[in-house]
């Protein structure tokens, strides 16, 4: 597989745009972090820029040990690119350059013909690029399985949750899974907390199915459904029994404008 650089998209946007600016604000956001970190199977993490929802990332991937490899999932924003996109540059990020760990990549295309390598998915896709400094931070050897999922069906997602999880058994590694997903988009708070909060309780009962059906069918803003779903499915798979919510906030915490908020949610799975 051709080795190409992947060039930040929202470097100096939605994070600090310079190795020593990046390290310093992502120390002042996991001020909350704990001091000893824990083994999860998965975890949830949101994707806005880090003034929003930085200290809910900062916390929760702060909170819990990140091996050699982790596979991140995210949504398709731009729309561009095949429904389920993977990633094998090598991704220049500020804090430097992080490669995909092309064993894994290999195995998994043999497993699933529904994932495809497409880079321009990934292009001007932010929602895998911010999860990595946080991940940088707590494992100086990070090599990433990038994927990003447009809205497909549920056996679809089924069959790919499943196939990470038997390329993660067979691999013998210890390896995360991230899911970056906001929650829901652009509502008054009172209206985001309570579909936010039931989605969550979702999450809880650890029913993938009905989880997707739940946010689906209500149509319910959470742009990353479709990877949180794959997330639970391998998670559970690899022997998964419980969720902890490790932060909840919204845009307004910030911006102080209640009317029109985004929700962040911080979840591990293990």
């Known amino acids: 597989m051709e080795s190409i650089i992947r060039s930040p998209a929202v470097a100096g946007r939605f994070y600090p745009g310079t190795d020593d600016s990046l390290r310093i604000a992502i120390q002042e956001l996991s001020s909350e972090a704990p001091a000893k970190r824990k083994k999860v199977l998965a975890a949830v993490s949101p994707h806005a820029g880090y003034m929003y929802s930085g200290g809910v990332a900062a916390e929760t991937l702060g909170s819990i040990v990140i091996p050699e490899t982790v596979i991140i999932l995210g949504p398709n924003h731009t729309g561009q690119g095949a429904p389920v996109s993977l990633s094998t540059a090598i991704w220049d990020m500020p804090m430097g350059r992080v490669p995909v760990d092309q064993d894994f990549v290999e195995d998994l295309l043999a497993e699933t013909s529904y994932i495809e390598i497409d880079e321009l998915a990934h292009r001007y896709e932010h929602s895998l690029e911010v999860q990595i400094p946080f991940l940088q931070m707590g494992q100086p050897r990070l090599s990433i399985v990038p994927i990003v999922i447009s809205h497909i069906s549920y056996p679809v997602l089924d069959e790919i949750g499943l196939a990470l999880a038997e390329v993660i ?73 419980k969720t902890e919510v490790i932060r909840y906030t919204d845009s307004g915490e910030m911006t102080g404008d209640t009317d029109q908020v985004v929700g962040y949610a911080g979840v591990l799975i293990s």
Do not use: F, N
């Open 169 to 241: 058994k067979r691999s013998g590694k210890e390896i995360l899974i991230v899911a970056s997903s906001d929650m829901t988009h652009y509502e008054p708070r009172e209206a985001a907390d309570k579909k936010d909060h039931y989605v969550l309780k979702k999450l809880a009962d650890m029913d993938p199915d009905i989880l997707y059906r739940s946010v689906t069918g209500h149509r319910i803003s959470m742009c990353g459904i479709m990877p949180v779903t794959v997330a639970l499915i391998a998670a559970l798979e690899l022997g998964a029994t």
